[in-house]
Every structure is written in structure tokens, then in C-alpha cells.
């Protein structure tokens, strides 16, 4: 199988090099290599390169960037547009698109987790050009699976849990948001999963292409999941300036960012797992693998 893959240095994108190495040959890109936001560019890439599959990864995840002008012009042009452009020239080339979205996508306003035929309404402009691209990409005749997924870590690329590190090293105390709760997913898993469901969509003429929420099992508050990381760090015997007893637990509205972010990033993966008969392992889990690679420790 001929496999394109995009944003090959990001979080999710260097884990699927690996993953999908097994599968078959892997044409794996950045942006120096191809622009997503050039649109001509981006055909005559896939047109070279004749994939079976296209994986794309890449995304504009500057999110409260994405606010400006300037950012906004990108995030369309990467986040709404190029999915689409992908679905017209894999339809052309009878090749498939794996796609990944979040849960940006939604207000956060519901009470409990979101299935994947609840109303979209992103709360910024990050948000809009993903919804955008979700659409335009299922407006495509490609065959597809659009992949929600919430929170991304992985020991690769920029990250909250490296930041809250980074910080507890320099200072004594922090205060992290308590009130928008979803669930941290490794990017190793994301890749794990993409490399099954890609096995599957070869040999599978009947495969169930897409729309599916895809996030780490459970559930946790940034505020939680900065004093884990903490803990974590402690134990590995890290040298910080401060304990979980030192972070802080704040209201969103006490911590204003350019973007609003949704309260509930919660995602209900049931239509997931139930179709492809695949677990979804505990946030904690795979923070800790990720965590264990960062710190060096056994
Ligand atoms: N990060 C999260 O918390 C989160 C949460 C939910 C969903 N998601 C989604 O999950 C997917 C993977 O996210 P991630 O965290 O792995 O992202 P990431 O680490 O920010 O990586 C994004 C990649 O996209 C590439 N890219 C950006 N602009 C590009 C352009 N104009 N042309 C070509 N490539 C471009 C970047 O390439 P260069 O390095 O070469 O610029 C980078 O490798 C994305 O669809 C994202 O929207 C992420």
C-alpha cells in the first residue's frame, strides 16, 4: 500500500511514521516539502505521489493564533480547505483519506459527552477551520474517515504536559483551569489506532468509513493533569520548584485567552469502539508512557 502522509514533525504525524512503516511504503511530508495552504501545490503532490491512502495529520493548531488575520488566512487555508482539495484528488485516484478533527468543533455547552451527530459550534476561528474541514472533506466522493480526537500528547512536539513541566521548573507556584474537562490522548495511541483501522480499510470491502470520536479512555481537568505530570515528574526524581500541593485550581473566566476554549471536551467514543472492536486505554496510561520517555525513566 502507498501511503501519503502529512505534517511528518508533528505531534501525531512523527508517531505515524512509525505506525504505518509496517504497512507498506510511506511518503511522509512537512511543510517545507509540500505547503497544505498551496492549493496547487497540494494537488500536484498527491498527483506524484499516487497513494492508496492519503493520512493528514498536518493542521494549523495555533489556536488562539488562529484569532488574527494573518493566523485565521492559515488556519482556513490548511484546516478547511486543504482536506477538501485532498478529498477531490484521492475521489480522482480511488484512494482513501484518514483525516483527523477535535473537539474544538463544539461549545462545550452540553452536560455530558458529545457523540458525533451532535450540532458543531465552534467557539473560535481554530475551531471554525476544522469543522470546515471535516465538511469539506465529507462533501468529497473519497472514501474517509474523519477522526475527533481531544487534548493531544505525544514525547514528540509542543505540548501541555511539557509546558507544565518546563514551568515547575522555574516557578513555585501555578494555577491551572479546573473547569474544562476532556481527556489527554497520547499521539502514540492515535497512530496505533490509525495503523489498525488502515489494515482494515484495505482488506475490508465493507469497511465503515466515517465520522468517529477517538479520544483516551476517562476523563480529567487541566488543572488534574498538571498536578499528574507533577507527581510523575517528582517521582522520576526531576528537579522542580514546586508540588501538586502548589498548583492551583482556577475558573476559565480568572484565565482569558484570545480564544475561548469549550468547557466539556468530553467525546463519547462508544460508536468507535463498538464498531471496530478496539479499546481505548486510560488517559493516565499513555501520559505515563509519554511521561516515561520525556523524564528518561525506566
Ligand atoms: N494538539 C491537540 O491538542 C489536538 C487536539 C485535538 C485534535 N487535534 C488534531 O490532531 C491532529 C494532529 O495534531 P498535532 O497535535 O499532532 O499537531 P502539531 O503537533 O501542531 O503538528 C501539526 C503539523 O502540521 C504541519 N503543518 C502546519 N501548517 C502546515 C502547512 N501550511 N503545510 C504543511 N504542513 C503544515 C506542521 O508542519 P511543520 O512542523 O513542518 O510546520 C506540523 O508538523 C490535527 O488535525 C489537530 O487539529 C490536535
Known amino acids: ?44 503532490l498527491i498527483r506524484t ?22 493566523g485565521g488566512q492559515l488556519a482556513t487555508a490548511v484546516n478547511a480547505i486543504a482536506p477538501g482539495v ?3 484528488e484521492a475521489a480522482r485516484l480511488g484512494a482513501a483519506v484518514i483525516h483527523y478533527s477535535t473537539d474544538y468543533v463544539f461549545d462545550g455547552r452540553k452536560a455530558t459527552p458529545y457523540v458525533e451527530t451532535d450540532a458543531t459550534a465552534p467557539l473560535g476561528a481554530y475551531g471554525r477551520s476544522k469543522r470546515d474541514g471535516e465538511q469539506a472533506l465529507m462533501r468529497s466522493t473519497a472514501r474517509h474517515l474523519v477522526l475527533r480526537t481531544s487534548w493531544v500528547v505525544g514525547a514528540h512536539g509542543n505540548n501541555f504536559a511539557k509546558t507544565m513541566l518546563r514551568l515547575a521548573a522555574e516557578r513555585k507556584e501555578l494555577s491551572v ?68 500541593a502548589d498548583i492551583h485550581p482556577i475558573a476559565s473566566a480568572d484565565y482569558p485567552t484570545r480564544a475561548s476554549r469549550p468547557l466539556n471536551s468530553r467525546l463519547d467514543t462508544s460508536l468507535f469502539t463498538k464498531t471496530f472492536g478496539l479499546r481505548l486505554p486510560p488517559w493516565r496510561e499513555g501520559l505515563n508512557h509519554i511521561l516515561q520517555q520525556i523524564l528518561r525513566t525506566p
Open 49 to 70: 505521489s499516487r497513494p492508496d491512502l492519503i493520512v493528514n495529520p498536518a493542521a494549523y493548531t495555533a489556536v488562539d493564533r488562529a484569532e488574527d488575520e494573518a
Open 177 to 244: 483551569v479546573h473547569d474544562q474537562v476532556g481527556a489527554p490522548t497520547s499521539a502514540a495511541l492515535i497512530a496505533d489506532l490509525t495503523a489498525h483501522l488502515a489494515m482494515r480499510l484495505r482488506h475490508d470491502p465493507a469497511f465503515p468509513f466515517g465520522l468517529y470520536h477517538m479520544s483516551a479512555g476517562g476523563e480529567t481537568s487541566w488543572c488534574e493533569y498538571a498536578s499528574f505530570v507533577i507527581e510523575r515528574a517528582t517521582q522520576a526524581g526531576q528537579p522542580l520548584s514546586l508540588t501538586p
Open 86 to 88: 485532498m478529498g477531490e
Open 1 to 44: 500500500m502507498k501511503i501519503l502522509l502529512t505534517g511528518k514533525n508533528g505531534q501525531v504525524g512523527f508517531e505515524l511514521q512509525r505506525a504505518l512503516a509496517p504497512l507498506g511504503t510511506v511518503h511522509a511530508v512537512d511543510s517545507g516539502d509540500c505547503d497544505l495552504a498551496d492549493e496547487q501545490a497540494l494537488r500536484a
